[in-house]
């Protein structure tokens, strides 16, 4: 597809449904999520995309990625954790199992990089050698491989606020997962991010660092939310990483925060609007992302995804 096609084909944008006559609604900044009977949820990818803890706008058919390349993960992995699925009846819903999710969230990265304060490599500028409670050996350099990948856990984020880094011993002291549980998720994460870089790899993408969101459902431990999509990950192309480490070309939504940067806007005030090419090129990176890891055509769905919702809910709910 070129950037006029995409812009030609762009359906109507989830904003919010009013799905509340099925069970009660919870809006979040990309998803809308419907209580079900029988202990499910239905779940609902929109194009809203969001960055520095707002939304900045809508990106055509990123929800529709979101949640096939999540649906196509999710069965590539049940060997190493279960997870939430029950099915996926349309381009931009999954019905899911209820599960509680543990209350940190698990971020395994394979490089050092970024800018934020959580970010490992801000941690390792400013002289900390040991964030996370991984000790790292001094002379790495911005996007340095790791040694091996590690797991950097952080809190949840509360309304309005940030996430905070926090290590097993604290974990495991302020009693947030017990002992067998994490090891159960920290053998899971890792499992999970060593099948992720090798699909990654063999697409021509390097799988950075990536966040995991686990749950347990009647004590078993269980892998939710969406896995290694342009949002949840960090991927960089293969060979811009391999020519100049010090600037690879990011695949995923830093792309999309780097261009915000760029403008002034670092999620103080009201963002500015992207440009219809802008809006575009981020579309077509997602999509790219989408058949490159899976092999697969992306294809958009034929129709707006709100009023099929609408119209098949009655039957997915029965």
């Given at each position: 597809m070129t950037h006029t096609d995409l812009l030609n084909a762009i359906p109507t944008a989830?904003?919010?449904?009013?799905?509340?006559?099925?069970?009660?609604?919870?809006s979040g900044k990309v998803r809308e999520m419907v209580a079900l009977p029988n202990r499910s949820r239905l779940l609902v990818t929109t194009d809203r995309v969001s960055a520095f803890d707002v939304v900045l706008g809508v990106i055509p058919f990123k929800g529709q990625v979101l949640n096939q390349l999540s649906a196509w993960w999710f069965a590539q992995t049940t060997d190493i954790v279960p997870n939430h699925v029950l099915s996926v009846p349309d381009a931009n819903v999954t019905i899911a199992k209820e599960a509680k999710p543990l209350p940190v969230e698990v971020v395994v990265r394979g490089f050092i990089t970024g800018v934020t304060k959580t970010s490992l490599w801000t941690m390792y500028q400013s002289g900390t050698r040991d964030a996370y409670g991984v000790v790292l050996p001094d002379g790495l350099q911005k996007n340095d491989r790791l040694p091996q990948a590690i797991i950097t856990p952080t809190t949840k984020a509360e309304a309005g606020g940030h996430d905070h880094a926090i290590t097993k011993t604290e974990i495991l002291e302020q009693g947030l997962v017990g002992a067998a549980l994490w090891a159960q998720v920290e053998q899971a994460a890792l499992a999970l991010f060593a099948r992720g870089q090798a699909v990654a790899q063999k697409a021509g993408l390097v799988l950075v660092d990536?966040?995991?969101?686990?749950?347990?459902?009647?004590?078993?431990?269980?892998?939710?939310?969406?896995?290694?999509?342009?949002?949840?990950?960090r991927y960089w192309t293969l060979d811009s990483y391999q020519a100049n480490p010090s600037s690879p070309t990011s695949f995923d939504k830093e792309f999309l925060r780097l261009w915000f940067a760029e403008q002034g806007y670092n999620g103080d005030g009201t963002p500015p609007i992207m440009p219809a090419e802008f809006v575009a090129q981020v579309a077509a990176r997602?999509?790219?992302?989408?058949?490159?890891?899976?092999?697969?055509?992306?294809?958009?769905?034929?129709?707006?995804?709100?009023?099929?919702?609408?119209?098949?809910?009655?039957?997915l709910t029965k």
């Open positions: 989830l904003s919010s449904l009013d799905l509340t006559t099925f069970g009660a609604q919870t990536t966040k995991y969101e686990f749950g347990t459902i009647d004590g078993e431990l269980v892998l939710i939310d969406e896995v290694h999509t342009p949002d949840s990950s997602y999509i790219a992302a989408y058949e490159q890891l899976t092999g697969l055509q992306f294809v958009p769905a034929a129709q707006p995804a709100a009023p099929r919702i609408l119209e098949n809910l009655q039957t």
